[in-house]
C-alpha cells in the first residue's frame, strides 16, 4: 500500500533494473478516495495533482508543501447568507468538466436553474449545488472532486458557495483602446516581449497594477477570440495568473493579467 493510496505490486529483477512497477490500482491517483482532502480538485495531468479552488487555501501549507494534500483546502471567508455590513450575498463559484461527488448528496427534484441556486442558497448549510438531472445540492465538506475532459459523461459543472467577498470578479472587456492607453501611460512602460507580442505594466483607477499583454501576429476573429478568452476565463489554478479583462477592437487584441511583482521566474532560477 503507497502513500499515495494506491495499492502497486512491485517486481524485482536481478539484472540492473531492480524494482519495476508492475500493476497498480487505482490507475490514476485521482480515483483514490479524498487523495485532495476537502474542497480540493484533482487533476492526473497537473503537478502536483491536487490544487484549491478560487475562494480557498490550503489547511496545511507545511503539508502542502511536503505532498501531503489530504488535509485540503479552507474557505478564506466563512459564508454567510447576507454580510450584515456590507448587505452582500454569497454567489457560488461554477467549476466545469467536474466528476461530480456522491458524498452528502440530496435530492432536491425537478428545478429551473435558478430556483436550484436560490434553495441552497436559503439553505445554511448547503455548501454547493448542481443543476444536472433534477437539482442535487451538498450540505457537507465537498470530497473527491476531479477534474475530466469535456467528451466525458461523467463531466458536470458544480456550482461551489463562496462568500461575496471571495467571488471572483467578473473578466470586463475594455471596450476602446485608449481606456488602454490611460492604463499603461500610452505602452510607456515596458516589462518583456515573447513570441506573441509586447508586455506593459499597468494601473487601474482603484490603484491595483496589472500586466497588459499587446498580442501580434493573431488572425482569430472577435467571436473566436472571446470563445477562447471565456474558456482561459474559467480556469483558476495557484500557478497561473488571473485574467482580469480584454480589449478587442479592429486588429488589436490585448489580454489584462494581475500584476505579480517578483519579477521573472527565469530570474530566480537562473
Known sequence: MHSSGQLQQWVWFD???GWELFW?????????????????????????????PHGFTPTSVSDWKLNGWNSGCKRKTQCAYKNSTSGE???????????????????????????????CLKNCSCTA????????????????????????????????????????????????????????????TKLGSGDFGLVFKGLLSDSDFVVVKR??????GKKEFRNELRMLGRIQHVNLFRLCGFCC?????????DYMPNGSLDNHLF
Open 89 to 119: 450575498k454569497d454567489g457560488f463559484l461554477p467549476i466545469p468538466s467536474v466528476h461530480l461527488p456522491a458524498d452528502s448528496k440530496q435530492q432536491l427534484g425537478r428545478k429551473g436553474a435558478e430556483e436550484c441556486e436560490l434553495a
Open 15 to 17: 539484472d540492473a533494473k
Open 215 to 220: 498580442l501580434e501576429g493573431v488572425q482569430q
Open 129 to 188: 449545488y448542481a443543476y444536472e438531472s433534477g437539482c442535487p445540492i451538498w450540505s457537507r465538506d465537498i470530497q473527491n472532486l476531479q477534474n475530466l475532459s469535456e467528451g466525458d459523461n461523467r463531466a458536470g459543472t458544480l456550482y461551489l458557495r463562496l462568500a461575496a467577498s471571495d467571488l471572483p470578479k467578473k473578466i470586463s472587456e475594455m471596450k476602446s483602446i485608449r481606456r488602454i492607453d490611460g492604463i499603461t501611460k500610452n505602452f510607456t
Open 249 to 257: 477592437e479592429g486588429t488589436e487584441r490585448m489580454l489584462v493579467y
Open 24 to 52: 497498480v490500482q487505482p490507475v490514476s491517483p485521482c480515483d483514490v478516495y479524498s487523495v485532495c482532502g476537502v474542497y480540493s480538485i484533482c487533476d492526473q495531468s497537473w503537478k502536483p495533482p491536487c490544487t484549491c
